[in-house]
């Protein structure tokens, strides 16, 4: 198995000991984004709809990065700290999968790194 690392400076650096992704043969495994901006270190704005769109940019950065886009992504998990954030957190989202959206699970957590409210990784597979 072949097994590269995807790191762009357009995305945030990981907070901890991982990738950013690992693209093994031809499937990418993106880790879990939180809204941090890269240009500055810190979590967009205080709004869930700010901080949800500026995760998605990230995950976008990375898929390009890998040379894929979301049309790749076969599977998706999304974190969040409250499920009221639900709909929101879903409409940004929603934005970015218009046709034949992933597979996905989201799941309510009581804490995610930097106090970041949504987090989201997934899978992408060349196609």
Known sequence: MEKHVIHTAK??????PY????????LLFVSGQIGI?????????NDIRSETLQVMKNVEEILAAANMTFLNVVKC???ITNMDD????????GQ???ENPPARETVEVSR????ARVEISCIAAML
């Open 77 to 79: 998990t999304i974190f």
């Open 96 to 98: 970015f999968f218009l």
């Open 112 to 115: 995610l790194p930097k106090n």
């Open 19 to 26: 990738s950013q992704a690992l693209l093994a043969n031809n």
């Open 86 to 93: 639900f709909a929101a957190v879903n409409e940004v989202y």
């Open 37 to 45: 901006d890269p240009a500055t270190g810190q979590i967009a704005d």
């Open 11 to 16: 995305a945030p650096n990981p907070v901890g």
